[in-house]
């Protein structure tokens, strides 16, 4: 049962942070569409379903079937695991920041600039490779 749900856990990552590598590309994108043009009003349908459809439901299963796994194998101990749900709490910090961007554009008062977004960019990538390597390397 235990690798079934390990697998899971890692389709759930997959999906997660595709969207979370995404979203923030489309918002470049967003930027540079004047308010109120067929591209702006489409940008908002397609981060909109982006957020609902995939990445809110890939980060709750990801957390649920994670935590089992930390529960029932770990006992959660072990300072890997600890650094890692560190990790964790700033992606979703960052996810929690993305949904507030998302609510901006629908409304039409973004104020931060393709730059801005260029840089939140990379730092899922960033936060993912440290996750990864503690969690498979398991270093300390
Ligand atoms: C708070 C949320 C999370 C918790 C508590 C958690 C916990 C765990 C645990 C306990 C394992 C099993 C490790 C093992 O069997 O050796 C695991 C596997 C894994 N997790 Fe997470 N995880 C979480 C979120 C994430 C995220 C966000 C990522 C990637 C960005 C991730 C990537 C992976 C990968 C790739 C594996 C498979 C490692 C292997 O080959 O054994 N996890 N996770």
Do not use: C
């Amino acid at each position: 049962m235990y690798e079934w749900i390990k697998a899971f856990h890692v389709m759930a990552v997959i999906a997660w942070m595709a969207g979370m590598l995404y979203l923030p590309r489309l918002m470049v994108y967003h930027v540079e569409s004047p308010v109120g043009s067929i591209q702006s009003e489409t940008f908002k349908i397609m981060e909109r379903r982006l957020l609902k459809g995939i990445i809110n439901p890939a980060m709750i299963l990801t957390w649920v079937l994670g935590l089992y796994l930390a529960w029932s194998a770990f006992g959660f101990k072990g300072g890997w695991l600890h650094g890692k749900i560190l990790l964790v709490f700033i992606l979703s910090g960052i996810h929690g920041y993305l949904v507030g961007r998302v609510r901006a554009f629908a409304e039409d008062r973004n104020d931060k600039s393709a730059r801005f977004y260029r840089i939140i960019n990379e730092v899922p990538a960033v936060l993912m490779a440290g996750i990864v390597i503690l969690v498979i390397v398991k270093p300390f």
